[in-house]
């Protein structure tokens, strides 16, 4: 560990002494240089207005980090992340139900999603996914149903090359 490393964390042993705070990040006894309710953070920077700018033991820096606008970063920093992990949440609820009603109709969820996932593969991509896709199902003893243009194609095809067949060989006899 060299002298800064060492520095640090001797930085660190002294904020958490001082805070009666443990490694866990549990509360031993006293207050420390935050307090926090359940859902509303609430800073007492104290401690730390009386920390900032002192030296630690050992330290060549003259600022410690342990200090009130570091803390209010980290509050800050805090209430966004729990600002934007409930509308996340917000957000996939809103999700789930219009899924929901997707399914309540008839499609299949798991098939919605795959289409989604398709529509959003770079295009590129797609025709070795269709090429890959119909070969194991096919592998699988599942092929892909024909729809009903391809089908109507393929039997005009079909009905094409025997006429064009029969007129050949009739042609010939004559």
């Known amino acids: ?9 001797n ?11 443990s490694i866990g990040g549990s509360k031993q006894q006293g207050s420390g240089p935050v307090q926090a309710s359940a859902s509303v953070f609430e800073p007492d920077f104290s401690q730390s207005k009386q920390q900032a700018g002192t030296k630690v033991e050992g330290s060549t820096e003259t600022e410690s980090i342990w200090n009130a606008e570091t803390a209010e970063k980290v509050v800050e920093f805090a209430k966004t992340q729990a600002d934007i992990k409930e509308q996340r949440t917000a957000l996939n609820d809103q999700l789930k139900a219009a899924k929901s009603t997707l399914i309540a109709m008839g499609f299949n969820g798991e098939a919605m999603e795959a289409a989604i996932k398709y529509s959003n593969t770079e295009e590129g991509k797609r025709e070795n996914f269709d090429i890959t896709y119909a070969y ?18 393929r039997e005009q095809v079909n009905v094409s090359v025997k006429n064009k067949s029969t007129s050949n060989t009739l042609a010939s006899e004559d």
């Not at 002294?14 to 805070?19: F, G, I, V």
């Not at 194991?136 to 194609?153: E, N």
Request: hydrophobic letters at 40%.
């Open 1 to 9: 560990m060299n002298a800064k490393e060492n520095d640090f964390a």
């Open 11 to 21: 930085e660190i042993n002294k904020a958490l002494k001082e805070s009666n705070t």
């Open 136 to 153: 194991f199902r096919k592998c699988l003893g599942h092929p892909i149903q024909d729809d009903l243009f391809v089908a109507a194609m």
